[in-house]
């Protein structure tokens, strides 16, 4: 939040999460849908959150979320940009690494006392320009991450794009859409 320790609750659940294992697509399959309800300027939103995970060899390093947003109100929702915020936590020396490779749309995290333990997000969805923010938590999210601050980094197209020793997030975003 923009204070530095109050948590944004902008989305809340409108419905309970379920886990189904084995699921259709993969050993463990998720689902939540989220409503925008709780924002001080809510847009109408509706988003379906749901989360493939499997056991097989070569499907075990990773979890898929796939987002659908709806558009509750009677007009269009223009400009819209979405994105994922991590505060990588991959130890407590907060001497982290955090690179951008865009023709991959990868981004990733690592420690530098141990740099084959690499964290990372990927888009999957085409279509759209995709963003990305290497974020240094010190200089820019310790003090408050303001909505102003929000704003700026998902829709800015790719920004920093490598930091080196120092605790990192990322954000990956993508739009805009229209909904």
């Known amino acids: 939040g923009g204070d530095g320790s109050t948590q944004d609750n902008d989305f809340k659940p409108a419905s309970n999460l379920t886990i189904t294992s084995p699921g259709l697509l993969a050993n463990e399959q998720g689902g939540v849908t989220l409503v925008d309800s709780l924002a001080l300027q809510?847009?109408?939103?509706?988003?379906?959150?749901?989360?493939?995970?499997?056991?097989?060899?070569?499907?075990?390093?990773?979890?898929?979320?796939?987002?659908?947003?709806?558009?509750?109100?009677?007009?269009?929702?223009?400009?819209?940009?979405?994105g994922l915020f991590f505060d990588w936590d991959i130890n407590g020396t907060a001497n982290d690494f955090a690179r951008y490779d865009a023709p991959r749309r990868l981004s990733y995290v690592g420690n530098s006392a141990n740099p084959n333990r690499?964290?990372?997000?990927?888009?999957?969805?085409?279509?759209?320009?995709?963003?990305?923010?290497?974020?240094?938590?010190?200089?820019?999210?310790?003090?408050?991450?303001?909505?102003?601050?929000?704003?700026?980094?998902?829709?800015?197209?790719?920004?920093?794009?490598?930091?080196?020793?120092?605790?990192?997030?990322?954000?990956?975003?993508?739009?805009?859409?229209?909904?």
Not at 54 to 81: A, C, H
Not at 125 to 140: D, F, I, L, Q
Request: aromatic share 8%; proline share 4%; hydrophobic share 35%.
């Open 42 to 82: 809510p847009l109408g939103i509706t988003v379906l959150q749901e989360t493939l995970a499997d056991n097989l060899p070569e499907n075990e390093d990773f979890v898929i979320f796939k987002y659908t947003l709806q558009n509750n109100n009677g007009s269009t929702l223009n400009g819209v940009y979405v």
């Open 118 to 179: 690499i964290a990372a997000t990927k888009i999957l969805t085409t279509g759209t320009a995709v963003g990305h923010r290497s974020v240094h938590n010190p200089n820019e999210i310790y003090d408050g991450f303001s909505n102003t601050e929000k704003w700026n980094f998902l829709s800015g197209g790719s920004q920093t794009q490598s930091l080196d020793n120092v605790d990192v997030s990322t954000l990956s975003a993508q739009g805009p859409f229209s909904i």
